[in-house]
């Protein structure tokens, strides 16, 4: 009877093995890198450097506005980005946990969409500040942990929680100011988390136009959005008047590099002509260098300072993509 019944338990077991559910297999992950702003002064980003992407564009209009104010005055307009991809993105002016003191996401964002195109994560303005500008192995840890808690729960099928109504804090028209009084802001820090993707018009590797939306279905996205410096400034006078500053095409590390040693090659040559130009030429061109930084004109280490800035959080996704198996 015993042998009966273990004969009789083995059998079962071995059926319910073999019926058992197979673990279901983890959605596929893609990365996504969108530039904003004026599309020609992206051409010094280098995409085989960041091999996990697909790379676009996109075609909206953006620009920056800032107001120089005394002291205890507070601005007319927020400050920050203004266009349809930064606000649209919940990267424009009304996307900051405190009004005036902080840029909104100065160096981009990072984004996980789940598998019906909703957005599941988005970096907060403060981390995307912080995290561009200073090399905190603490902050770097801390964004990991949070990318690839979002990226592990979408790929196995976790959706976000869509909120009831997309509502975009701004009330002026999209590409206009935003009256400071009275505006509202992203005090919790939630960005776009629960929206759809936005239906975004961008320019594939080919020129194509494609919708940010269809781009972002059915596999799990990690979206980085950056701007090659490539907007325009307009930045109010504490007498009123309005600066616009255009913008300036960056230079990457390895041009940097490559300039330095044709200027290394030629320092010698070039120390020579200095010396015949005499004493009354030398202070010309060192007064034209202080006009030059008077206008505003960067350096070409600044350039490239400022273009890791803007790609720091491409190199972080790249490193990350590496991880995920």
């Not at 564009?57 to 005055?73: G, I, L, P």
């Not at 912080?130 to 942990?145: E, G, I, K, T």
């Not at 410096?229 to 041009?255: M, S």
């Amino acid at each position: 009877m015993k042998k009966i019944l273990s004969i009789s338990l083995f059998v079962l077991i071995g059926m319910a093995v073999a019926t058992a559910v197979p673990p279901k297999a983890k959605l596929d992950v893609q990365y996504v890198a969108v530039h904003f702003g004026d599309a020609s002064l992206n051409d010094i980003l280098t995409p085989e450097d960041f091999p996990a992407f697909q790379f676009y564009t996109s075609t909206s209009d953006v620009y920056t506005y800032y107001e120089r104010v005394k002291a205890f005055k507070k601005p007319e307009f927020l400050k920050g980005w203004y266009g349809e991809f930064p606000e649209k993105m919940g990267m424009g002016p009304n996307y900051v946990q405190e009004k005036i003191k902080m840029n909104p996401f100065p160096n981009g964002a990072i984004y996980v969409i789940d598998s019906e195109g909703t957005v599941f994560y988005q970096i907060n303005n403060n981390e995307a500040h912080y995290n561009a500008n200073s090399n905190s192995p603490d902050l770097h840890d801390r964004l990991y942990a949070e990318v690839k808690k979002a990226v592990k729960s979408t790929r196995k099928g976790k959706l976000a929680k869509k909120v009831k109504a997309e509502n975009y804090l701004k009330k002026s028209p999209v590409g206009e100011l935003e009256y400071t009084k009275k505006s509202k802001i992203d005090k919790k820090q939630v960005g776009i988390e629960g929206f759809q993707t936005p239906d975004l018009m961008l320019n594939d590797a080919n020129g194509n136009l494609v919708s940010l939306r269809d781009v972002c279905k059915e596999k799990v996205t990690v979206l980085v959005v950056y701007s090659m410096n490539a907007y325009n400034r307009k930045v109010v006078q504490e007498d009123g008047t309005i600066k616009e500053i255009a913008a300036v095409k960056l230079i990457n590390p390895k041009a940097y590099a490559e300039n330095a040693v044709k200027k290394a090659e030629n320092a010698d040559n070039a120390m020579k002509g200095m010396m015949s130009l005499g004493k009354s030429a030398l202070n010309a061109n060192k007064k034209a260098s202080y006009e030059d930084y008077k206008a505003g004109k960067m350096t070409d280490k600044a350039k490239m300072e400022l273009y890791r800035k803007n790609t720091k959080f491409l190199d972080f996704i790249q490193d990350f993509s590496k991880s995920v198996k």
